[in-house]
């Protein structure tokens, strides 16, 4: 099942090449002339002189520009990897300097403790070759041949490149995880979490108090965390000066967790104009990723729950009998900016098909406005907090005429309070998709850590998961760097190889529809992976309503939608 998983990510990584994102991803440019000629080779597949580049595979193809730069394989870090089968392992070699120009005194585990044996002799060649120089480099990418003369094996293409674009492409390869990135220091790991003025009250609290108990005891890059909680304040266009005044006064090696509203967009390009990891935040509205690189997110949030909403109903609809297969009225209310662009979002997704469709805020003095002349077809989508969904339940505790939908990001249905004739016509949309064993052990697992931190575990329990989630996953990131390290020369630590293994450790979710990793069930979500081009790990999720109207348990009412 692996093989899949690296034809599919060569598929990914082309395509996220061709589609332009290496400009938003690219370092900034070195002040050397030739290094960034050949930092162009290898992150653009674009020579010296703006030609494309051009390389051969051993199956006889050509490849050219995007589709021949050496990062689709070695990766941003220069690091490598290894994937495949029991049967057929890939092994793509570090070509990161401090390990390309020097003797390769790799053990037989170094690149994965799951690929523990070397398959044939040419592999165990890659793992003990002698040190590259800018001669034997070139005679490796023209001819196919490693330094002692053996070949180089499949998929590895043979480049037409003259002697400049060799010497070019040395030197930026001499430059690859040559400085450990900013942050990381010999006593300390400098991480920073951020907290927007928007963050809905009570989730900075519970997110800053999971990190700190992990700062405290976390040492897998071989130092101490040193946390760093960047608050900012006033209107979004204030927030990047904020941002780069405490970068300038405290650089760290990456944003940790967080915690924000509708408006993270400050911070998602902080983090990617300084290449600086924004690690999985707690939010509401994540910006979109598709042409970024450096941050990443558990979900682009309501959005993507108004889209599942959208793609449910269209799915209804397709092929009925109703009157130009439209849905019945919909009426949306919301009462902040989360709640705003999630409406937005649920209008442009249904699009023609929406039939009656309209959107109105929320009025405290008079939350029942509007409702009073829905009909008993009309579905009422609440995309506000649980004080207001209460406040509406005590005045009609019977209920809007209709069916009624919640946001469960919004209103999390443990602080939510609910009267049976409401829960009985009542759909919960949900990114929290697993009700099953995997859940269970996310919430027993996170329960039990907390006991142990001596934290109270909040009224609602995920944003207490999402920081767990991040702060684990992003352990086992930088552990199996160390790891690495065991088995092979160490290097400095960069931000672009714990953006990879960041990869690996949220695709042992699930491969396919199999469960991997029993050790991975630490977010409350049912589905996640990560790779070229896919900054959220979560894209899809389903609908719940109650077990009955008498009871909190809520069970599955769709079954996974991805839209």
Same mark, same amino acid.
């Given at each position: 099942?692996?093989?899949?998983?690296?034809?599919?990510?060569?598929?990914?990584?082309?395509?996220?090449?061709?589609?332009?994102?290496?400009?938003?991803?690219?370092?900034?440019?070195?002040?050397?002339?030739?290094?960034?000629?050949?930092r162009r080779i290898y992150q653009e597949g674009q020579l010296p002189d703006g030609s494309p580049v051009q390389a051969t595979r051993p199956e006889g193809f050509v490849l050219e520009g995007p589709q021949a730069a050496c990062v689709i394989c070695h990766r941003e870090s220069g690091m490598g990897s290894v994937e495949g089968s029991l049967d057929r392992t890939?092994?793509?070699?570090?070509?990161?300097?401090?390990?390309?120009?020097?003797?390769?005194?790799?053990?037989?585990? /170094?690149?994965?403790?799951?690929?523990?044996?070397?398959?044939?002799?040419?592999?165990?060649?890659?793992?003990?070759?002698?040190?590259?120089?800018?001669?034997?480099?070139?005679?490796?990418?023209?001819?196919?041949?490693?330094?002692?003369?053996?070949?180089?094996?499949?998929?590895?293409?043979?480049?037409?490149?003259?002697?400049?674009?060799?010497?070019?492409?040395?030197?930026?390869?001499?430059?690859?995880?040559?400085?450990?990135?900013?942050?990381?220091?010999?006593?300390?790991?400098?991480?920073?979490?951020?907290?927007?003025?928007?963050?809905?009250?009570?989730?900075?609290?519970?997110?800053?108090?999971?990190?700190?108990?992990?700062?405290?005891?976390?040492?897998?890059?071989?130092?101490?965390?040193?946390?760093?909680?960047?608050?900012?304040?006033?209107?979004? %266009?204030?927030?990047?000066?904020?941002? %780069?005044?405490?970068?300038?006064?405290?650089?760290?090696?990456?944003?940790?967790?967080?915690?924000?509203?509708? %408006?993270?967009?400050?911070?998602h390009r902080f983090c990617e104009s300084n290449r600086v990891p924004c690690v999985l935040p707690a939010l509401e509205v994540a910006p979109a990723a598709d042409e970024a690189f450096y941050p990443l997110y558990f979900s682009p949030g309501v959005t993507l729950e108004a889209r599942i909403l959208a793609a449910h109903w269209l799915a209804q609809i397709k092929?009925?009998?109703?009157?130009?297969?439209?849905?019945?009225?919909?009426?949306?209310?919301?009462?902040?900016?989360?709640?705003?662009?999630?409406?937005?979002?649920?209008?442009?997704?249904?699009?023609?098909?929406?039939?009656?469709?309209?959107?109105?805020? /929320?009025?405290?003095?008079?939350?029942?406005?509007?409702?009073?002349?829905?009909?008993?077809?009309?579905?009422?989508?609440?995309?506000?907090?649980?004080?207001?969904?209460?406040?509406?339940?005590?005045?009609?505790?019977?209920?809007?005429?209709?069916?009624?939908?919640?946001?469960?990001?919004?209103?999390?249905?443990?602080?939510?309070?609910?009267?049976?004739?409401?829960?009985?016509?009542?759909?919960?949309?949900?990114?929290?998709?697993?009700?099953?064993?995997?859940? %269970?052990?996310?919430?027993?697992?996170?329960?039990?850590?907390?006991?142990?931190?001596?934290?109270?575990?909040?009224?609602?329990?995920?944003?207490?998961?999402?920081?767990?989630?991040?702060?684990?996953?992003?352990?086992?990131?930088?552990?199996?760097?160390?790891?690495?390290?065991?088995?092979?020369?160490?290097?400095?630590?960069?931000?672009?190889?714990?953006?990879?293994?960041?990869?690996?450790?949220?695709?042992?979710?699930?491969?396919?529809?199999?469960?991997?990793?029993?050790?991975?069930?630490?977010?409350?979500?049912?589905?996640?992976?990560?790779?070229?081009?896919?900054?959220?790990?979560?894209?899809?999720?389903?609908?719940?309503?109650?077990?009955?109207?008498?009871?909190?348990?809520?069970?599955?009412?769709?079954?996974?939608?991805?839209?």
């Amino acid at each position: 099942m692996r093989s899949h998983r690296l034809a599919a990510w060569g598929l990914a990584a082309s395509a996220w090449l061709a589609g332009g994102v290496l400009a938003a991803t690219e370092p900034a440019a070195s002040g050397d002339p030739l290094v960034d000629a050949g930092r162009r080779i290898y992150q653009e597949g674009q020579l010296p002189d703006g030609s494309p580049v051009q390389a051969t595979r051993p199956e006889g193809f050509v490849l050219e520009g995007p589709q021949a730069a050496c990062v689709i394989c070695h990766r941003e870090s220069g690091m490598g990897s290894v994937e495949g089968s029991l049967d057929r392992t890939i092994l793509v070699p570090p070509v990161a300097g401090p390990l390309l120009f020097a003797p390769a005194r790799f053990s037989d585990t /170094f690149l994965d403790v799951s690929h523990h044996w070397v398959p044939n002799d040419a592999w165990a060649r890659a793992l003990t070759r002698s040190a590259y120089d800018e001669a034997s480099l070139a005679r490796a990418l023209r001819e196919g041949w490693d330094p002692d003369g053996h070949p180089l094996m499949a998929p590895m293409p043979q480049y037409a490149l003259d002697d400049g674009a060799v010497s070019a492409l040395a030197g930026y390869l001499r430059r690859l995880a040559a400085e450990p990135a900013p942050g990381v220091e010999p006593d300390a790991l400098h991480l920073a979490t951020v907290v927007t003025p928007d963050a809905p009250p009570g989730q900075a609290e519970a997110v800053i108090s999971v990190l700190r108990a992990w700062s405290a005891t976390a040492q897998p890059s071989g130092s101490p965390w040193a946390l760093h909680v960047w608050k900012l304040s006033g209107p979004p %266009e204030q927030w990047p000066e904020q941002l %780069e005044s405490r970068y300038r006064e405290r650089p760290v090696f990456a944003l940790l967790s967080g915690v924000g509203g509708a %408006e993270w967009g400050p911070v998602h390009r902080f983090c990617e104009s300084n290449r600086v990891p924004c690690v999985l935040p707690a939010l509401e509205v994540a910006p979109a990723a598709d042409e970024a690189f450096y941050p990443l997110y558990f979900s682009p949030g309501v959005t993507l729950e108004a889209r599942i909403l959208a793609a449910h109903w269209l799915a209804q609809i397709k092929g009925s009998d109703k009157a130009a297969g439209q849905l019945p009225e919909i009426v949306q209310v919301y009462a902040d900016a989360s709640g705003q662009r999630a409406a937005e979002s649920l209008t442009a997704a249904l699009g023609a098909d929406a039939g009656s469709t309209r959107m109105q805020r /929320f009025r405290p003095t008079a939350p029942t406005a509007g409702l009073e002349s829905m009909g008993p077809d009309s579905i009422l989508v609440l995309w506000l907090r649980p004080e207001e969904i209460e406040q509406l339940a005590a005045l009609i505790p019977e209920g809007p005429r209709g069916s009624i939908v919640l946001s469960e990001l919004l209103a999390p249905p443990a602080v939510l309070s609910l009267p049976p004739a409401w829960k009985a016509r009542l759909t919960y949309v949900s990114l929290f998709d697993d009700l099953g064993l995997q859940g %269970e052990i996310a919430r027993l697992r996170l329960k039990r850590w907390l006991d142990l931190q001596g934290l109270e575990p909040a009224p609602d329990p995920r944003p207490q998961a999402d920081a767990y989630a991040a702060a684990y996953l992003f352990t086992r990131a930088l552990g199996e760097i160390r790891g690495q390290e065991l088995r092979r020369p160490p290097v400095p630590l960069v931000r672009e190889h714990l953006l990879e293994m960041m990869e690996r450790e949220a695709n042992k979710y699930t491969d396919g529809t199999d469960l991997v990793d029993p050790d991975s069930h630490v977010a409350f979500y049912g589905r996640m992976s990560l790779g070229p081009k896919q900054r959220t790990a979560v894209r899809g999720g389903a609908l719940l309503r109650y077990a009955s109207p008498d009871s909190d348990r809520l069970v599955a009412a769709s079954e996974r939608i991805v839209p």
